[in-house]
């Protein structure tokens, strides 16, 4: 208390000063009417400032909240999306049924998603893994494909009650079936090591018909990822040893250096397809 009073009387004079100053403003406010508009405009100047930029921040917060509303609703459009896709080359392929059919998508997606977001990715390593923060309490399991807002990402390896590890597309240890989109013929997606920009799609036979700038898909012979899921556009294409198939080089959709949301797709018929497809190699 004592150090208190001697500071407060050693700086006496700056306190009467501050003091005097507050006294002439309040004076000069109270007496004429050009100050009184040119500090009430200053003052709500400074408010507006104050509210747009505390505005600005809560936006900026409520960002992350906004992304993970997006993305989910993106993953519901493109389960409708795929489902329509499916219903319309079958009737296209039954044209007999084409006439008078309306598709019913609300019990026709076999397919769920659970968005989830990348805590650890790497891209410069020959095998690269990316780790998500969904595990088995949240129903992720292995074999579910990923995605992001742009196309493929990779398959889920390891799981455990809070995390998973995926796969992506930049591990020689994935190979995705992928086919050229509007066309009947697949190959085999594997990447090489080199650049994390491209991988190559092999074994599509020579007399398919695509060119530069074609979208690749996965080609739905799977049970992980549905048909039409971009993976990327062909950049550049040449024939394999054996002259009978072409080897393209494909630019990925995706952006893993720059991987922050997934979701994670879940097939509800998967384990049916699986356990017929397993039967049936037993006769083998």
């Given at each position: 208390m004592r150090k208190l009073i001697e500071f407060?009387?050693?700086?006496?004079?700056?306190?009467?000063?501050?003091?005097?100053?507050?006294?002439?403003?309040?004076?000069?406010?109270?007496?004429?009417?050009?100050?009184?508009?040119?500090?009430?405009?200053?003052?709500?100047?400074?408010?507006?400032?104050?509210?747009?930029?505390?505005?600005?921040?809560?936006?900026?917060?409520?960002?992350?909240?906004?992304?993970?509303?997006?993305?989910?609703?993106?993953?519901?459009?493109?389960?409708?999306?795929?489902?329509?896709?499916?219903?319309?080359e079958m009737l296209m392929a039954d044209t007999v049924t084409f006439r008078g059919f309306v598709p019913d998508t609300t019990d026709s997606i076999p397919y769920t998603f659970v968005v989830a977001d990348v805590v650890n990715n790497s891209v410069v390593r020959l095998f690269n893994y990316i780790t998500i923060n969904k595990g088995k309490l949240d129903g992720i399991e292995p074999d579910m494909g990923v995605v992001c807002e742009r196309g493929a990402v990779g398959i889920v390896s390891t799981v455990s009650d809070h995390f998973s590890v995926v796969i992506p597309l930049l591990n020689p240890k994935l190979r995705l079936s992928c086919k050229v989109r509007?066309?009947?013929?697949?190959?085999?997606?594997?990447?090489?090591?080199?650049?994390?920009?491209?991988?190559?799609?092999?074994?599509?036979?020579?007399?398919?018909?695509?060119?530069?700038?074609?979208?690749?898909?996965?080609s739905g012979y799977s049970a992980v990822f549905p048909p039409g899921i971009i993976v990327g556009t062909v950049a550049e294409f040449e024939k394999q040893h054996d002259d009978n198939f072409y080897s393209l080089r494909v630019r990925l959709a995706a952006d893993f250096q720059a991987l922050n949301n997934v979701r994670v797709i879940k097939n509800l018929r998967q384990a049916e397809q699986l356990r017929i497809e397993q039967e049936a190699r037993k006769n083998d």
């Open positions: 407060l009387v050693r700086k006496r004079h700056w306190f009467l000063f501050v003091l005097l100053e507050a006294v002439s403003l309040l004076l000069l406010y109270r007496g004429n009417r050009y100050q009184q508009t040119v500090i009430l405009s200053s003052a709500n100047m400074l408010t507006g400032s104050v509210v747009s930029l505390s505005g600005s921040v809560a936006s900026y917060l409520n960002l992350r909240d906004i992304n993970k509303d997006l993305l989910e609703r993106n993953g519901r459009l493109e389960a409708r999306m795929l489902a329509l896709q499916d219903q319309l509007g066309s009947g013929y697949f190959g085999s997606l594997n990447w090489d090591g080199r650049d994390a920009l491209y991988a190559n799609l092999e074994e599509l036979p020579r007399h398919v018909d695509f060119q530069k700038g074609d979208t690749v898909v996965t």
